[in-house]
């Protein structure tokens, strides 16, 4: 059974910073690309950032030099630091892996 289970979300100020940490199971990890998303309330599920098996990453313009995805292949988890949190960054935040597989979601709330 494919498990990814999200963490790290919360109440941060604008400015503020927060780590996010996807730790899957039931998968052979380090075959697969990762990824993060995130849908904010009345909108689409939009991508935030991808990680490939060798650690190659991309971000969506939104978060180019605030976000940072990067996977830790001995501890079957992947993460996303964020910095620098703007009131629009507030979403849902998702993993998801190559096989197409979703985790539950965690809020994260950027508000003063």
């Known amino acids: 059974q494919v498990q990814l289970v999200e963490s790290g979300g919360g109440l941060v100020q604008p400015g503020g910073s927060l780590r996010l940490s996807c730790a899957a199971s039931?998968?052979?990890?380090?075959?697969?690309?990762m990824a993060w998303y995130r849908q904010a309330p009345g909108k689409q599920r939009e991508l935030v950032a991808t990680?490939?098996?060798?650690?190659?990453?991309d971000y969506a313009d939104f978060v180019k030099g605030r976000f940072t995805i990067s996977r830790d292949n001995t501890k079957n988890t992947v993460y996303l630091q964020m910095n620098s949190l703007k009131p629009e960054d507030t979403a849902v935040y998702y993993c998801y892996s190559g096989g197409a597989y979703w985790g539950q979601g965690t809020q994260v709330t950027v508000s003063s």
């Open positions: 990680v490939t098996r060798g650690g190659s990453t």
């Open positions: 039931g998968i052979i990890f380090s075959a697969y690309a």
